[in-house]
């Protein structure tokens, strides 16, 4: 790599962490009675998924379920992150509205959005995302550990987020018949 490559990948970097924290700082008022929110309903739309992940982020300081048709929309955004955000936000706010979408993104193509999916619907007090989330404790892949967090979050275990614990956890999984 030479130094105009080192130079656009330290610009691109600036720019990111830029408009990121331009997106973290609209909303001055976590209630949003100042009507700052509108700035950030507007980056939802930007072109960067990690502005939009942001201002998903932030739009759910503002705790208003007025707010739900963009976390639902933002739920179809292209780019993984904009949806964990937005199942996030959804599973806070207790959206009880959104448990279709929340049920959709249960097979969403990436694990980490099934995972905040299955968090969030137990936030609401639903369990239907416990047996995915088995499956993916017990599946071999990179994402197990993420599924092992959503596990103990959905079941109230406190499986440690390691090796023995996600041994654990598939062996109280078998144990409880959870994973059929």
Known sequence: MDRNDARDIARQFLRRQTLAAAAAATIC?????????????????HRDPAVRAAAVKNLTKARSSEHTPHFLQALNDRDPRVRIAACDALGQLRAI???AKLYDALNDRAEDVR???AVALAVMGDKYGLLPIARLVCKQSDHQLTALKALNSITKQKFPLTRSGLRDAIRWIKLSGKAK
């Not at 008022?29 to 739309?45: A, C, E, F, I």
């Open 115 to 117: 995972c905040a999916a």
């Open 97 to 99: 509205p959104a448990k």
């Open 29 to 45: 008022d976590p209630t949003g009675r100042n009507g700052d929110t509108s700035k950030v309903v507007r980056l939802l739309y």
